[in-house]
C-alpha cells in the first residue's frame, strides 16, 4: 500500500484525532476553531480529504471520526520523503547534516543510544 501523503491542513486534523482519539466531527471543529482559527467548514472540508485517502474513517451516528493511520506510520513516511527529497534518500547524508549541527552531550548520547539498539 502507498503511503498516504498529508498536507499541514490534514496533519493538523490528524493531531487533533490522535490527541483526542475516537471523536466527532462537531467537537474537531470546536477544538480547531479554538487552536488553529478554522471555521467549521474549513475543518469539515479537511475531515472529508482525510476519508477519502483513508487516513480517517467516518461512523455513525453521530460523525464520528476513526484515524486509520497511526502518528507514527506519518512521521515514518514523511521522514522517508524528505531525505529522499532533500538528500536524494541517503541516511547517512541526513544524519551528517544533523550531526554538523551543534547537538548537546545528552542528544549525541540518545543518538548513539538508538543506533546501538539498531
Known amino acids: 500500500m502507498e503511503p498516504i501523503k498529508?498536507?499541514?491542513s490534514e496533519l493538523k486534523i490528524m493531531d487533533i484525532l490522535w490527541r483526542e482519539g475516537k471523536t466527532n466531527a462537531k467537537q474537531i471543529s470546536l477544538i480547531?476553531?479554538?487552536?488553529?482559527?478554522?471555521?467549521?467548514?474549513?475543518?469539515?472540508t479537511v475531515i472529508k480529504k482525510l476519508i477519502d485517502k483513508n487516513a480517517v474513517c467516518r461512523e455513525e451516528p453521530g460523525f464520528v471520526c476513526v484515524a486509520l493511520i497511526s502518528r507514527d506510520d506519518v512521521q515514518r513516511n514523511e521522514t522517508e520523503r524528505m531525505i529522499d527529497k532533500l538528500w536524494g534518500g541517503s541516511k547517512k547524508a541526513f544524519f551528517a547534516a544533523f550531526i554538523n549541527e551543534q547537538l548537546s552531550e545528552e542528544e549525541l548520547t540518545e543518538l548513539r543510544s538508538l543506533i546501538e539498539k539498531k
Do not use: P, S, V
Open 32 to 44: 480547531a476553531a479554538a487552536e488553529i482559527g478554522w471555521n467549521k467548514n474549513t475543518t469539515y
Open 6 to 8: 498529508l498536507f499541514d
